[in-house]
């Protein structure tokens, strides 16, 4: 039974450039969050989505990061353009919503992004 | 803003030892807590939980204690041992979907 999948794992780039991160949630679940942790404010949640549709975005950061998700088993978040303070390590996690185990969110493994 | 807040960033205890992580929110329509678990190069894994109903959940080894009044929730490993030690992650719902977590502590049990 496969998880929350995430793509790339890694993902050095140069400032300046665009990056796309990509989550597969799990099978059923129709709750999609993606969070970005650093070392000085831990999990932040920057956007989620139900049945697709986006629900808070007050998360993001600025205009330079926008969220998509155009079916129930993929999403995408995208920095356009990146820079250095973006660096950190950005997980995509999912829930089956309208339960009490919707609370419990279940979290992908997460893309460790470098922009140098 | 920080509405979770977790001050230690790090823990250390000895191995048959207990071993308590805190926790304090300021958001006062909060009703579910949980405590994640984390390894590194993993994702978090969902742990225990409590809602704002009750003041105790006790899981084997791991008990979540919550505090309304204070605004203080606390997790206690008993007795601690050395594959517990992680990054544990405090988290509040208000009842949506919507969760926010807590900086996280890092905890060493040592053999």
């Known amino acids: 039974d496969a998880g929350v999948i995430q793509s790339p794992r890694h993902e050095v780039t140069e400032m300046g450039q665009e990056v796309t991160l990509r989550c597969k949630p799990i099978?059923?679940?129709?709750?999609l969050f993606w969070y970005r942790q650093t070392m000085m404010r831990g999990l932040e949640l920057l956007i989620y989505?139900?049945?697709?549709?986006?629900?808070?975005d007050s998360g993001m950061p600025e205009d330079r990061f926008s969220a998509k998700m155009p079916n129930a088993s993929f999403s995408t978040l995208k920095i356009q353009p990146s820079e250095p303070r973006d660096s950190a390590v950005y997980f995509c996690?999912?829930?089956?919503?309208?339960?009490?185990?919707?609370?419990?969110?279940?979290f992908g493994p997460g893309t460790r992004l470098t922009v140098t | 803003d920080q509405q979770v807040k977790q001050n230690s960033p790090s823990l250390s205890v000895q191995e048959g030892r207990i071993s308590i992580l805190n926790c304090d929110y300021t958001?006062?329509?909060?009703?579910?807590f949980l405590w994640y678990k984390k390894y590194p190069a993993e994702g978090p894994t969902f742990l225990i939980s409590?809602?704002?109903?009750?003041d105790k959940n006790e899981d084997g080894r791991f008990t979540v204690f919550l505090n309304k009044s204070a605004k203080h929730l606390s997790l206690h490993i008993v007795p601690s041992q050395p594959g517990d030690s992680a990054v544990y992650f405090c988290a509040a719902s208000g009842g949506n979907n919507d969760m926010r977590f807590g900086a996280g502590t890092r905890l060493t049990v040592k053999p």
């Open positions: 996690a999912s829930s089956p919503q309208g339960t009490v185990s919707s609370y419990e969110q279940y």
């Open positions: 989505f139900n049945n697709n549709v986006p629900i808070d």
């Open positions: 409590i809602s704002s109903i009750k």
């Open positions: 099978s059923g679940h129709n709750s």
């Open positions: 958001n006062s329509m909060f009703d579910y």
